[in-house]
């Protein structure tokens, strides 16, 4: 065959090849052109609770940071497992990104069957926020002390009712943990959010809940709910009054609520390093860090390699809690 007719093959060959690049570059995710649209920001639980408190002054914040509007879409439902497959399924392309609380990774060991992989099928963000948790009683509830509630629960097995924001929440697992650690017995209410379980507390329709301080505080200090402690190891800055577990003689108890930003797998690293960036100053902006500071809220805002690590000590740490204390899916 002669150079003359070999040419047009080649020319045929190097267009083929161009046509590939160019519709590789047109699959590809635009990083550098991201974003260009508005971005869905999933919560897992319904409106009025502890991550919406968060979730919408951040998304404010965040439109500023970004120059394109954040949504909220509320997904709630089966301990924050159908926002976690939704977000799972969803194209990696920085459009859609899922809230997580420490029910997160509560779920991977509580569920014995989820329809996504905790550890495969997102990565990681940033870490937003720590939140201590609070016991408080209902008004028709007389312990005012761990103490005094450790006595009312030995005395009457299984009767006094605690409620929380759903199955494998953060409040139902450190309500097990707190029952294990004392040798008593609690009956578990799950509802809807955390807006149920106060309405459910107003109305005396159970006795205690272990719930973010950020949504039981105003009832707490209105008088019509009595904080018998808070969970985390050091007391809240919120209510500097109020003694912790540990302090009370349990030992070793200490349960932090914390929130996270993550995204579904192949998402581009520096979509998401842009992300935790933007979210890091976010976090440092005065307006947001005094509303942040009102409900409680403790600003992190970490790089995605510092949140994968939490996110790897939490599995392990709360799979161990759910060996120890039997929890189970009620």
């Known amino acids: 065959m002669s150079p003359r007719r070999l040419r047009p093959r080649r020319a045929l060959l190097a267009c083929l090849a161009l046509a590939g690049s160019a519709l590789l570059a047109s699959t590809a995710p635009a990083a550098d052109a991201w974003p260009a649209k508005p971005i869905q920001l999933v919560i897992p639980y319904p409106p009025g609770g502890s991550a ?26 089966a301990g924050g497992t159908l926002a976690s497959h939704y977000v799972a399924r969803a194209k990696p392309d920085g459009y859609t990104l899922l809230m997580v609380l420490a029910a997160h990774a509560i779920n991977d060991s509580l569920y014995p069957k989820l329809p996504y992989d905790t550890r495969k099928d997102f990565v990681p963000v940033s870490l937003l926020a720590n939140l201590p948790m609070v016991v408080a009683a209902s008004s028709k509830l007389r312990a005012r ?116 930003l993550i995204a579904p797998a192949g998402t581009p690293a520096d979509i998401t390093q842009r992300l935790s960036r933007a979210i890091a100053s976010a976090l440092r902006q005065p307006p947001l860090q005094a509303q942040l500071a009102a409900g409680g809220y403790e600003p992190v805002g970490s790089t995605p390699e510092a949140l994968q690590a939490h996110l790897e000590r939490e599995i392990t740490r709360w799979a161990a809690v759910v060996k120890a204390t039997g929890a189970r899916v009620d």
């Open 52 to 77: 919406d408190l968060l979730g919408r002054p951040l998304a404010a914040q965040l439109q500023q940071q970004l120059g394109q509007p954040v949504v909220l879409e509320y997904k709630p439902g």
């Open 145 to 260: 002390n761990i103490q005094e509630l450790i006595q009312a629960a030995k005395a009457a097995p299984g009767q006094l009712s605690f409620g929380s924001a759903g199955n494998g929440n953060t409040g139902h697992l450190a309500a097990e943990y707190f029952s294990s650690l004392c040798a008593i017995e609690m009956t578990h209410v799950p509802y809807k959010g955390s807006a149920g379980v106060v309405n459910a507390m107003l109305a005396g329709d159970i006795d205690l809940t272990f719930d973010s301080i950020s949504t039981s505080m105003p009832h707490i200090r209105s008088g019509r709910m009595h904080a018998l402690a808070v969970t985390s190891a050091e007391r809240s800055a919120l209510a500097p009054e109020v003694k912790t577990v540990q302090e009370q003689g349990v030992a070793g108890f200490d349960v932090t609520g914390w929130y996270a």
